[in-house]
């Protein structure tokens, strides 16, 4: 299997020349490829092939006013055209929306393959760049000269931060011992994440903390005049609160997701479609601060990675007004009831905890009326066929509140 290790660079001046020329370069291959690319279909109708972009990019380099492409490694380049190619797939496959134009502004990158690096006793040497990159390993348990990484990225964030990301085909790690333990996940607002044990993880609301020297940064920087130095300056202060909030989003997802891997042998989540769900305007912007989708990813790969089973529920299952103890449906269930009492059993039931019960019950993780693991998307294959006589009892009109 694949993996990567993301760790601090810190080049020099000389070095963060050449690679800010090389991010330039690899910024106007893509734009020129991106736009001949679209040109061609529009008028022709006609796919454009990755040999044709390489041999256009090896004709635009003999021409005088682009001959500074040449002053970098040619690698990048080539990379970036390979890149832009598996996004024209993904788009055709409708795996991904069609690739957008890259900007100065932002994050900036450079991809090398074996050919155009080298990385000896723990130094890495790029192509065409002077000296060896410093970077610091953050990983004690691995030593860095004894990997054998087959790319290297070199990326800058907007808040001028560098970063070095290794690429590494590594053995499948053998399953971890099993816990015996199986667990169905509700995400929410109120809370990150429910589990069907009856455990509750906050959120920790890094925005919400950080929000209001964010909106001061902003500010100042509105009021700077455009082009100026000083916009400049504040535009990496706004990056830069941006980033810790990124960054310590990402080591809550991080951390939880792990907890989970290692503690559960199957764990049961839910499909959500948060693109529709920002749609809310009144919790758009609730919902674009929890990172589910980015929470889902990370838990896929660690449970694969683990030796773990992870089922995805389908979106559509009503697990949070149907009765866990005995499959009661109710007709409706506004977002405002937390708790509510069976019609039919008189079971008192908390909202988050009742909908991952069913999350489990759906994903047939527990020993229950449902468990047949109906409306289940396993995440290896073999994919489990949607049950057609799984039908709750009847829906009533009303929500039963206490």
Same mark, same amino acid.
């Given at each position: 299997m694949r993996t990567a290790y993301r760790c601090r660079a810190y080049p020099t001046p000389e070095q963060a020349a050449v690679l800010n020329r090389t991010f330039g370069c690899v910024r106007v291959v893509w734009n020129r490829t991106l736009a001949a690319r679209t040109a061609r279909w529009r008028t022709d109708r006609t796919s454009t092939s990755y040999a044709q972009t390489d041999r256009a990019l090896t004709e635009l380099k003999k021409q005088p006013e682009w001959a500074f492409l040449g002053e970098v490694s040619s690698v990048p380049l080539q990379q970036t055209l390979r890149h832009q190619h598996a996004a024209m797939t993904a788009f055709f496959a409708k795996r991904a929306r069609y690739p957008r134009f890259k900007s100065r502004h932002g994050r900036q990158s450079a991809s090398f393959t074996r050919s155009a690096f080298r990385l000896r006793d723990?130094?890495?040497?790029?192509?065409?760049?002077? *000296?060896?990159?410093?970077?610091?390993?953050?990983?004690?348990?691995?030593?860095?000269? *004894?990997?054998?990484?087959?790319?290297?990225?070199?990326?800058?964030?907007?808040?001028?931060?560098?970063?070095?990301?290794?690429?590494?085909?590594?053995?499948?790690?053998?399953?971890?011992?099993?816990?015996?333990?199986?667990v169905g996940v509700d995400l929410g607002l109120t809370d990150f994440a429910v589990l069907s044990t009856g455990e509750r993880i906050p959120h920790p609301r890094h925005m919400e903390r950080r929000e209001r020297r964010l909106k001061r940064y902003q500010r100042m920087m509105v009021r700077r005049q455009?082009? /100026? #130095? =000083?916009?400049?300056?504040?535009?990496?202060?706004? #990056?830069?609160?941006?980033a810790r909030v990124r960054d310590a989003r990402r080591d809550f997802l991080h951390q939880t997701s792990t907890a989970l891997a290692r503690r559960f042998d199957a764990i049961a989540v839910e499909d959500l479609a948060v693109a529709n769900m920002v749609r809310n305007r009144s919790l758009a912007k609730a919902i674009s601060r929890t990172g589910w989708a980015e929470f889902r990813t990370l838990l896929a790969y660690k449970t694969q990675r683990a030796g773990r089973h &992870?089922?995805?529920?389908?979106?559509?299952?009503? /697990? /949070?007004?149907?009765?866990?103890?005995?499959?009661?449906?109710?007709?409706? &269930?506004?977002? *405002?009831?937390?708790?509510?009492?069976?019609?039919?059993?008189?079971?008192?039931?908390?909202?988050?905890? =009742?909908?991952?019960?069913?999350?489990?019950? #759906?994903?047939?993780?527990?020993?229950t009326r449902n468990a047949c693991g109906a409306d289940v998307r396993h995440e290896e294959p073999p994919s489990v066929r949607s049950a057609v006589n799984q039908e709750p009892l009847p829906a009533r009109a009303g929500i039963p509140r206490l």
């Open positions: 723990g130094r890495l040497s790029l192509g065409k760049t002077p *000296g060896t990159l410093a970077f610091v390993w953050s990983w004690p348990d691995i030593d860095p000269a *004894g990997l054998d990484p087959t790319m290297v990225t070199v990326s800058r964030d907007s808040d001028g931060r560098w970063f070095v990301t290794l690429a590494v085909d590594v053995d499948t790690p053998a399953a971890v011992e099993l816990t015996g333990q199986a455009r082009g /100026s #130095a =000083n916009r400049a300056k504040a535009r990496r202060k706004v #990056a830069r609160a941006h &992870l089922a995805v529920i389908d979106r559509w299952y009503p /697990s /949070s007004k149907t009765c866990s103890t005995c499959g009661h449906l109710l007709a409706t &269930l506004s977002l *405002g009831t937390r708790h509510w009492r069976c019609p039919s059993c008189g079971t008192r039931h908390d909202r988050d905890v =009742n909908a991952a019960q069913n999350i489990a019950v #759906a994903a047939g993780l527990a020993e």
